[in-house]
């Protein structure tokens, strides 16, 4: 059992979606589906979390991921706090784990925390209280898990439920991307027929990240017949490292354009986690054209999180 399971194999926690099985993710996106209307306002909330509090404790900056689970657990009837570690008495010295405490004193019952080092939200899980429930918003370059839950929804409703017929290829800076490796749990969970990676030989992994996945340097040629394109960003620091010679050598060598996606299947999709720096990693045409499935990624995070938070706390 993995410490998010508890032993009576209900999850406590979401740190991560490696080792979860297939059946609890699909239950996850079956219920972000069903209650997706809700999740877009189209139907009155939901009152299943009447009464209940929880805490966005965010050590690192976010407007997509905070604002989705603010919304996600107001549209369940939740009270919602919104706790900016800059600002907050960490800064006076206070441990994380102290400002855990301090919450749960007040009844907070659920944390979705986002930090900066790998491992520190499932740390902070080891020192929750009983009947405490923490989800991972994204730690370190490690896990974005209900990043990795809404894109395999977003797929899922483009693609079918059959994972095996789809080859999908992942372009970009997988190396320091928390949201490629939930991204890799999930498809790997699912059943995905091929996975390819594609990207600089100093953005892609050296361990056991890439397992099982076909790896290559040549985008053209990697994107030959996929059927969905899952781009990321390209964090500009790495130009700093030296990891990245340009923004214009790398939109030339992994920019997707319309021409180069051509090259895909013809009913192909293309995903983007966001923020998209438009003209490096994705051209305007292909990130408002047709087969671009990026608002929908940002309207399934709502009902994502709904479906996350209902099956912790509800």
Do not use: W
């Not at 009844?107 to 929750?128: I, Y």
């Amino acid at each position: 059992m993995t410490p998010q399971i508890d032993s009576d194999g209900r999850l406590r926690h979401l740190l991560t979606l490696d080792g979860l099985p297939k059946e609890m993710i699909c239950r996850m996106l079956d219920r972000a589906g069903q209650i997706r209307d809700t999740a877009l306002g189209r139907t009155q909330r939901r009152h299943s979390l009447d009464g209940t509090t929880i805490c966005t404790l965010f050590f690192e900056p976010s407007t997509r991921t905070r604002s989705s689970f603010h919304i996600a657990a107001q549209r369940l009837g939740a009270d919602v706090l919104n706790v900016d570690a800059s600002t907050s008495s960490t800064r006076k010295g206070e441990t994380a784990r102290d400002t855990l405490r301090n919450l749960e004193a007040m009844g907070v019952r659920g944390f979705v925390v986002r930090h900066a080092e790998d491992g520190a939200v499932a740390t902070l899980a080891g020192e929750a209280g009983e009947g405490t429930t923490l989800v991972n918003a994204g730690d370190g370059t490690s896990a974005h898990p209900t990043q990795g839950l809404l894109d395999a929804l977003t797929l899922r409703q483009a693609k079918g439920a059959d994972f095996s017929k789809l080859k999908v290829l992942i372009v970009g800076d997988v190396k320091h991307s928390r949201v490629a490796r939930s991204d890799l749990h999930a498809l790997r969970a699912l059943g995905t027929g091929e996975i390819r990676v594609c990207g600089p030989s100093a953005l892609l992994p050296d361990d056991a990240t890439l397992a099982g996945c076909t790896i290559g340097n040549d985008f053209d040629a990697m994107l030959e017949g996929v059927d969905a394109v899952m781009m990321l960003r390209l964090q500009r620091e790495r130009m700093e490292e030296g990891l990245v010679s340009s923004l214009e050598d790398y939109h030339r060598q992994y920019g997707l354009s319309a021409q180069r996606l051509s090259r895909a299947a013809k009913d192909a999709v293309v995903l983007h986690p966001g923020p998209i720096n438009r003209g490096v990693e994705i051209t305007d045409e292909v990130a408002d054209g047709p087969q671009s499935l990026v608002l929908r990624q940002v309207s399934n995070g709502v009902a994502i999180r709904m479906a996350v938070l209902e099956m912790l706390l509800g």
